[in-house]
């Protein structure tokens, strides 16, 4: 079976999961050449293998909300491969949230996490529910509720869920204590949990910290550093502030931030006190439009970063945010390097467009994962019962960027992808990922 069968195959079984088709699309487009070269590839029916999920776990909720009405909501966990370690991944909380966001999500964490080098295999999971206007004592009910579901399906060894859009380090430290309350047991099976009962130091900067640091090692491969740079970033979440607050720190000028509502755009740039106050303002749900008050500034209701000038576009909200028009709005206002930070942020036309126009493209499995390679190093401080420090878990989190980062770069001019302007980071850390990910499938011979 080629490639192409894969495709249509997966295109005829699932019509209706437009994203998890994307998602497998842009990853065949890349690894085809690896196929050829290794003829147990296609023996081993490997992709089609990994396309394919190992199961989905999908589950009713039941919970009560102030008023004391029952409600229901849908949830799933997707257990992609559990090839190199336990399966590993987000849990997302947004009205949007289906089949095909988790296959696609749950996906792209295979080979996200084989790129970390650390041994976790790839999952996601989530719910329809919407945080956005409940209370703080709906979101505690609904995190019990979730769990008491999920309980049976997960464990430190098993199932390790972290979480994601909708879910901070308060959402994880809720389900994290039904799980303890259930189990009678005191295990690390989720991370991202709050920091003195379990939770890493570093784990919340992580994926924002780690996208500007694969970024730091793009500019350096092309003689090149941040400072002085002006960044576009998007979102206003865990990702996007975090990675405004390293950017600004080494020494960029970072303009933009978003959300669902609209674009706030700063020209004199960012300060900490500025980023800080965005925390804390979308800690309490509270509208961005409000930093005019504070600080000045614009708010555009409706729209995205992209209509401004700038060096570098960071894209932290959420999938297919990115489109063609909006990339070639980025090339006409100077920008020359896209970093993901959020997963999947541009659509496939938009992808063609930074890659024809030669714009230096980070894919997000490469550059946002930073999260969950301090999630891995949860994992082990949770089972070796030791905390490590700040600096500490930094100083890991920039050495696996650095080898992300030399790992995609050093496939990609394997396997012929570079040109003499571009390293081709997409090619790149798909080959790394699926590489290790491959083998070990290989290893096993026809078990998972
Ligand atoms: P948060 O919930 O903290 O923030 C999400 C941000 O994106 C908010 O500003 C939100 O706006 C905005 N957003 C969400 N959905 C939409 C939408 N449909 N249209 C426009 N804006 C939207 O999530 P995270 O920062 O954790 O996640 C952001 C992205 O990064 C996601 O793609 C996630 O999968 C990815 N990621 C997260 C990791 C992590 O460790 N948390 C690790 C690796 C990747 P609003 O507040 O208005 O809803
Ligand atoms: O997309 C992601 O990598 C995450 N949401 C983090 C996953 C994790 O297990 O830390």
């Not at 792209?108 to 790839?122: D, S, V």
């Not at 090149?224 to 080494?250: F, P």
Request: proline share 3%; charged share 25%.
């Amino acid at each position: 079976m080629s490639m192409q069968d894969v495709i249509n195959s997966i295109e005829q079984r699932y019509p209706h999961q437009p994203e998890f088709i994307q998602a497998v699309k842009e990853v065949a487009s890349t690894i085809q050449v690896v196929y050829d070269r290794d003829p147990n590839f296609a023996k081993y029916k490997v992709f089609e293998r990994l396309t394919e999920p190992d199961r989905i776990i999908s589950f009713r909720i039941n919970w009560e909300d102030d008023e004391g009405n029952i409600q229901i909501n849908r949830g799933w966990r997707v257990q992609f491969s559990n090839a190199i370690g336990p399966y590993k991944g987000g849990i997302r909380f947004h009205p949007t949230v289906n089949e095909s966001i988790l296959k696609f999500l749950g996906f792209e964490q295979i080979f996200k996490n084989a790129l970390t080098g650390l041994p976790m295999g790839g999952a996601k999971g989530g719910s329809d529910f919407n945080p956005e206007d409940k209370s703080d004592n709906e979101i505690r009910r609904f995190c019990y509720a979730f769990i008491r579901e999920l309980y049976h399906y997960i464990g430190q060894d098993m199932d390790v869920p972290a979480g994601d859009i909708g879910v901070s380090g308060k959402e994880v430290s809720y389900m994290f204590a039904m799980y303890k309350n259930l189990s009678h047991e005191y295990t690390g099976v989720l991370t991202g949990k709050g920091v003195g009962f379990g939770g890493s130091l570093c784990r919340s900067e992580a994926t924002g910290y780690g996208a500007v640091y694969f970024l730091q090692n793009m500019l350096k491969a092309r003689n090149d550093n941040i400072e002085g740079k002006t960044v576009l970033v998007s979102g206003a979440g865990n990702v996007a502030v975090h990675a405004a607050e390293k950017a600004l720190a080494l020494g960029a000028k970072v303009i933009t931030l978003s959300d669902s509502k609209g674009t706030l755009y700063d020209e004199l740039g960012f300060t900490q006190e500025k980023i800080d106050w965005v925390k804390q303002q979308k800690a309490a749900r509270r509208p961005l439009f409000e930093y005019h008050r504070e600080f000045g500034g614009l708010w555009i209701p409706g729209a995205k970063p992209w209509q401004f000038d700038g060096d570098i576009a960071i894209p932290c909200a959420t999938q297919n945010e990115v489109t063609e028009e909006d990339a070639r709005s980025m090339f006409e206002h100077g920008i020359r390097y896209v970093v993901e930070g959020a997963n999947m942020p541009l659509d496939a036309d938009a992808i063609d467009y930074v890659r024809a126009k030669k714009m230096h493209y980070a894919p997000g499995k490469a550059a946002n994962a930073g999260g969950v390679a301090v999630s891995g190093l949860e994992m082990s401080q949770n089972s070796v019962r030791q905390y490590r420090t700040f600096e500490d878990v930094d100083q890991q989190l920039q050495i696996i960027m650095r080898n992300i980062h030399d790992d995609a770069a050093a496939a990609a001019a394997e396997y012929g992808f570079n040109c003499d302007e571009c390293i081709d980071y997409m090619s790149g850390a798909n080959i790394a990922g699926y590489n290790r990910v491959a083998n070990a499938l290989i290893a096993y011979g026809i078990l998972n």
